[in-house]
């Protein structure tokens, strides 16, 4: 691939190394945005090596045909042993694929690399809000997360909000971060079909009884208690109210349970877990409301998801939430009142939940890997140009 210069010229793009090594066995999130991100930049012929776990090497190798798959030793899905990992044997990953530059797509960067790094920030909330998390947790991603600030060539941030707070919370200097939106894969999260709604919702035992959806894990910052308390307001009169579906991973967030314990006994919440995602789409797209709460994110990937399936979504206006939702959805307070308040209209008027669902299916569009992976290209340029006009700098 070449890109031309600002002076005319033209010059051969670098070979890219994404450590995907971080990715957990569930992918989640951090999954999707390097799986998303990895077949687009596949897709405009950059020149890709990734570094990633033995048990996803066959699924890199598919993914990214031709790419060069380095799979790292056995035991790197626990978290100790893949930082040691990454500190000691990565910069040799990245010499002996021939790497140009270096990105990592998430708040870890080795110590010590004689490469230009691009390192991913998804958020800063534990700073903004570091209380309801596990203290150890937090010292921990706040050092690692203030060390990748401070090492890496350049940072991505997913939202023009977490940009800012990078600058305001950490002091990074705001010429050093690229802004790069994540995208969405609409013919995987697509409107569903009746066939697929019908079978979610007999698999989680509802058969078309209306529901509200939450994905996502049970973290503090994403306020699935006030979701379990508004969602009890707006519900504990009506007589067949709709139940919540609380889908997605575990999490440290110890009010869901006692949340949970004040639910009436003729209300219904239901805990699947993680669910496949050929089954979002029909879990999106079913529900009556895709409720996302959240008191925090750095790009909020659910939200996008939910909305490119033709779901009417409910979420706040705290960070990057409105750069992803625009008019497109409703908003709410984090509190349970202002949640209870925004269900209960929600629930009560139809017109505008499909007004919502055709406007957040349309808005979705907006948001393309294809565009994401073009301004992560621009900033692993800029990375390499900036590190090696810092070497001859260093050289005169």
Known sequence: MIYATADGGET?????????????????????????????????????????????????????????????????????????????????????????????PTY?????????????????????????????????????????????????????ATRDELVRVLGADPAGIDVAYHGVDQQVFHRPSEAEIKQVSDRLGL?????????????????????????????????????????????????????????PLNLRVLRPGYLSRSALPGFFGGALVVALPSRGEGFGLPVLE????????LTTRRGPLPEVGGDAVAYTEPDPSGIGTALDELFDDPSRRSALADAAHVRAGEFSWSASAEAHLASYQRAVDQYQSTKTGRTQ
């Open 12 to 104: 051969v793009a670098p070979r890219i190394l994404l450590d995907a090594t971080a990715v957990p066995a569930d992918r989640g999130g951090l999954g999707r945005y390097v799986d998303g991100l990895l077949c687009a930049l596949h897709a405009q012929g950059a020149d890709l090596a990734v570094a990633c776990q033995r048990a996803d090497e066959k699924r890199y190798a598919g993914l990214v045909p031709g790419a060069q798959v380095v799979a790292g030793p056995a035991g790197l899905s626990h978290r100790a042993t893949r930082l040691a990992w990454e500190q000691s044997s990565l910069p040799h990953v990245a010499e002996r694929v021939g790497a140009d530059v270096l990105h990592l």
């Open 108 to 160: 870890t960067i080795p110590v010590s690399l004689a490469l230009p790094t691009v390192v991913t920030i998804h958020d800063v909330t534990l700073f903004a809000e570091p209380e309801p998390y596990d203290p150890v947790r937090t010292t921990y991603v706040k050092s690692a997360t203030r060390t990748a600030a401070r090492r890496a060539t350049r940072l991505i941030a997913p939202s023009q």
């Open 207 to 263: 058969h078309g009884h209306p529901y509200v959806a939450y994905l996502g894990a049970l973290e503090p910052r994403k306020n699935v208690p006030n979701l379990i308390r508004g969602w009890v307001r707006a519900c504990e009169h009506r007589p067949d109210a709709p139940a919540l579906v609380l889908a997605g991973g575990g999490g440290w967030d110890d009010e869901v349970d006692a949340a949970l314990a004040t639910v």
């Open 306 to 313: 939910a909305m490119s399936c033709g779901a009417p979504v």
